[in-house]
């Protein structure tokens, strides 16, 4: 039988995946179930960005709507999570005890990075919840040894969520869709090569994408949604073995692969 790490990397896709979870969301419904009930979630999510380490320290987390022009219905949902400022602090002191000079928000809430896959896997909001913020800036190396440095948390009962997309050209989005829905060759090529490197525990070549694939750069002009997966990796630890619980795409652009670790 095999063993869970406590380590997610899920897509969150576009706004709309609230509203139309699909087969991705059905599978991170059923994955959550073989997990119990964690202490806390420290939640990663690429659209909390900030110059050093952040950790929200917040009792009541608000549902941050941090996007324009969708369906209405989006800006109703809420997701009423709730923090726990002894966990936060816990995870503060993991951070810094690698390294990182950290600094604490107590107003922070859930960007719909991490809301909308909470609300998936946890729709009952009952499992405090720790935001913890990304450095695009600072590259996929840095967000594995973030990833390293809560590894001990995720063995004492904290469940760390990285929350990302494979794969995130929001402007081959807009060509696609003018162009009928086409979905680029890179988009598929792309999520095979992360996959096949998952698979042999490739770190080195996974941190170096954009050297190493052939379409690393199209499939991200931006790092930020990617990162998540390097900290995900860096937080199961050298000996897990990563599987994908599902694989698919969305939205002509959006690679909604996910993984857990073994």
């Known amino acids: 039988m095999q063993t869970h790490r406590n380590v997610l990397f899920v897509p969150h896709g576009a706004p709309t995946f609230a509203l139309q979870p699909g087969a991705a969301g059905a599978a991170m419904s059923q994955l959550v179930h073989s997990y119990g009930t964690p202490r806390a979630i420290v939640v990663v999510s690429p659209h909390w960005e ?27 949902l809420r997701y009423p999570a709730t923090g726990c400022p002894e966990a936060a602090q816990q995870v503060v002191a993991a951070l810094q005890a690698h390294g990182f000079t950290v600094q604490q928000d107590a107003q922070r809430g859930l960007d719909h990075g991490a809301w909308i896959p909470l609300r998936q896997m946890f729709p009952d909001a009952d499992i405090p919840v720790i935001p913890l ?3 695009t ?18 063995q004492h009962n904290f469940l760390i969520v990285a929350s990302g997309n494979i794969t995130h050209n929001l402007r081959d989005y807009q060509v696609a869709r003018m162009a009928g829905g086409q979905t680029p060759d890179y988009v598929q090529a792309f ?5 096949v490197h998952m698979a042999r525990k490739d770190v080195a070549s996974l941190l170096g994408y954009r050297r190493a694939s052939p379409s690393g750069a199209r499939a991200h002009p931006s790092e ?10 860096g937080a199961a630890g050298v000996d897990a073995q990563p599987e994908a619980f599902y694989r698919g795409i969305s939205d002509y652009v959006i690679a909604m692969d996910g993984y857990a670790f073994h």
Not at 52 to 68: M, R, S, Y
Not at 191 to 195: E, G, I, N
């Open 133 to 135: 913020s990304v450095q």
């Open 224 to 233: 930020d949604h990617l990162l998540p997966l390097f900290t995900a990796l």
């Open 50 to 76: 900030t110059a050093v380490p952040t950790v929200g320290t917040a009792t009541q987390l608000d549902t941050i709507h941090d996007f324009g022009g969708f369906d209405p219905r989006l800006y109703e």
């Open 137 to 154: 800036h600072l590259g996929p190396e840095h967000a594995y040894r973030i990833g390293q440095a809560l590894a001990d948390l995720a």
């Open 191 to 195: 999520a095979d090569w992360v996959q």
